[in-house]
C-alpha cells in the first residue's frame, strides 16, 4: 500500500498537480482500517514510502511517522460512503479552482470534458474552509454521490476511482478539461460542445480502463525518470 500512494502522489507531480506541500492522496486500506495517506509536510515530488501512514476513520495514525494531514475526513468518509472506491485523490488545481468560482456548467468541448459534462458534475458550495471533521468529510461524500469527480468552491477538485489510475487520471483529466474551458471562455466560447448523446459514446470510445490505466503509466514513467 505504501508504494501505491508513492506511485499515485508522484504522478500527480508529473502531471503538475503538486501545491507545494498541501494536497493528498487515499488509499483505501485492504482490512478496512482506513486510509493510506502522506504524511502532513511534504510536496507529492518529495513522498517515498518512509513518509507514507495508515490514517485511521477517527484521525489517529495507526502505522508510519509523521503528521496526518487536517483534511483526513475527505477520504476517510468517501471511503465509507462509496465501498466501490480503493482511491481519493484531493488536488488544489489552480484551473478547477479557478473554474469553480464562476459557477458555470463544464462543457464536452474536447475527450477530456466529456467525463465530467453531460451530465455536469457535482459541487460542493457548503464552504471553502479545510473539511477537517467527519460530518464535513460525509456531506462531501453526499454531494460526490456515485460521481467521478467533485468540484469543491473556493478550494479544488476531489476524484473517486475503482483504483489508482482512475482516480489520478480523473484529477488529471478534469484539470486539463476546466482549463480548456477557461480558454475558451477567455476567448468568447464556447460555441459549440458535445450534447448528452455524443458524450455518452465519446466516454465510451475514450476512456475504456485501458485509456486510462495507459495514461497512469505515462504518468509513472516521467515520474521515475523525474526521481532518478
Keep these: 500500500m505504501r508504494a501505491d500512494v508513492v506511485r499515485a502522489h508522484r504522478a500527480l507531480a508529473a ?18 482500517r482506513g486510509a493510506w495517506m502522506k504524511a ?18 477517527d484521525g489517529g495514525v495507526v ?8 483534511e483526513f475526513p475527505i477520504h476517510t468518509e468517501i471511503l465509507r460512503a462509496r465501498p466501490d472506491v480503493q482511491c481519493v485523490v484531493h488536488t488544489h488545481s489552480a484551473a478547477a479552482t479557478t473554474f469553480a468560482s464562476l459557477n458555470v456548467p463544464m462543457r464536452a468541448i474536447d475527450h477530456d470534458g466529456v467525463l465530467f459534462a453531460e451530465p455536469d458534475l457535482p459541487r460542493f ?17 453526499g454531494v460526490l454521490g456515485g460521481a467521478r469527480a467533485c468540484l469543491l468552491a473556493r478550494h ?29 471562455m477567455a476567448a468568447g466560447g464556447p460555441v459549440s460542445w458535445s450534447d448528452a448523446a455524443e458524450a455518452e459514446a465519446k466516454r465510451a470510445q475514450c476512456w475504456p ?17 523525474g526521481n532518478r
Design 15 to 32: 502531471a503538475g498537480q503538486a501545491d507545494l506541500v498541501w494536497g493528498h492522496v487515499g488509499v483505501r486500506d485492504p482490512d478496512g
Design 125 to 141: 458550495s457548503r464552504t471553502g474552509e479545510l473539511l477537517t471533521t467527519p460530518e464535513l468529510g460525509a456531506e462531501l461524500a
Design 156 to 184: 479544488g477538485l476531489v476524484t473517486a476511482g475503482p483504483d489508482l489510475a482512475h482516480a489520478v487520471m480523473y484529477a488529471v483529466l478534469l484539470d486539463r478539461a476546466c482549463r480548456k474551458q477557461l480558454d475558451a
Design 209 to 225: 480502463a485501458s485509456q486510462l490505466e495507459a495514461g497512469w503509466h505515462y504518468l509513472n514513467r516521467i515520474a521515475e525518470k
Design 40 to 57: 502532513a509536510g511534504w510536496g507529492f515530488e518529495e513522498v517515498d514510502e518512509e513518509r507514507v501512514v495508515l490514517v485511521g476513520p
Design 63 to 70: 502505522e508510519g511517522d509523521g503528521k496526518r494531514h487536517l
